[in-house]
């Protein structure tokens, strides 16, 4: 079945960027997501990528996508306190989660912000 | 506020209770998701409608849950004869049919005695 993975914990110092890393094994995949959540909180959409792109830029955030190698990373430039979160990869296919458009979800990385 | 909102934010009920969930959407989305989120865990997919057709269901969906969308607009979920097991985060998100963005609401959050 589909897989979405991402390694657990990342910690950073404040004031550097962050790079965090996600796999996915559907090669089908038409969108893939970028959500934060907050403790206590929902899911935030922070940015996407269509699969026939490569790269996207919006403000502090950059997405990366190698199509190629099934790899995914959003980088946070010049990171703040308030960037302490979890954040999820998640994928959109044809065949995720059973439903034409369901998303899979990785477990997400805790980003730990250093002061 | 015209975000997704879900009522009640945290349930406890005993073993063999049944539930309710309320979601509704962004007013113009016809399309909404529910989905579980359990601790340390991403949310995983249950179900999803468009308008008040429920189109695909996830295999974690056991034969105690049940979902509705009579009118197109709001949604429930059910659970029937709860267990520990189902304690966790139940979320829903709505988007437009074609639409590239799913947006969540905060949760309901379950805790099965």
């Known amino acids: 079945g589909e897989d979405v993975e991402q390694s657990l914990f990342l910690s950073v110092r404040e004031g550097d960027s962050s790079v965090i890393n996600c796999t996915y094994t559907?090669?089908?995949?038409?969108?893939l997501y970028w959500y934060k959540q907050e403790p206590g909180a929902g899911l935030q959409l922070l940015t996407y990528i269509f699969s026939n792109m490569d790269m996207k830029q919006d403000q502090r955030l950059t997405v990366l996508l190698n199509k190629k190698d099934k790899h995914l990373s959003l980088r946070i430039a010049d990171t703040q306190t308030g960037d302490s979160a979890i954040y999820f990869c998640?994928?959109?296919?044809?065949?995720?989660?059973?439903?034409?458009?369901?998303?899979?979800f990785g477990k997400g990385t805790h980003l730990i912000i250093q002061p | 506020d015209t975000g997704v909102s879900q009522d009640p934010r945290h349930k406890i009920t005993k073993r063999g209770q049944n539930v309710t969930f309320r979601c509704d959407p962004i007013s113009e989305h016809n399309r909404l998701y529910w989905y579980r989120q359990t601790l340390g865990q991403g949310p995983e997919f249950l179900t999803y409608?468009?308008?008040?057709?429920?189109?695909?269901k996830s295999r974690l969906l056991s034969d105690r849950f049940s979902a509705e969308r009579p009118k197109g607009s709001f949604s429930t979920l059910e659970i029937q004869r709860t267990e520990q097991g189902d304690s966790a985060m139940y979320l829903c998100?709505?988007?437009?049919?074609?639409?590239?963005?799913?947006?969540f609401g905060p949760g309901t959050r379950l805790t099965v005695l």
């Open positions: 559907d090669s089908s995949s038409t969108y």
């Open positions: 998640a994928e959109s296919s044809p065949y995720s989660g059973g439903g034409a458009d369901g998303l899979t």
């Open positions: 409608f468009q308008n008040e057709a429920q189109l695909e």
């Open positions: 998100a709505s988007s437009l049919q074609g639409g590239d963005e799913q947006f």
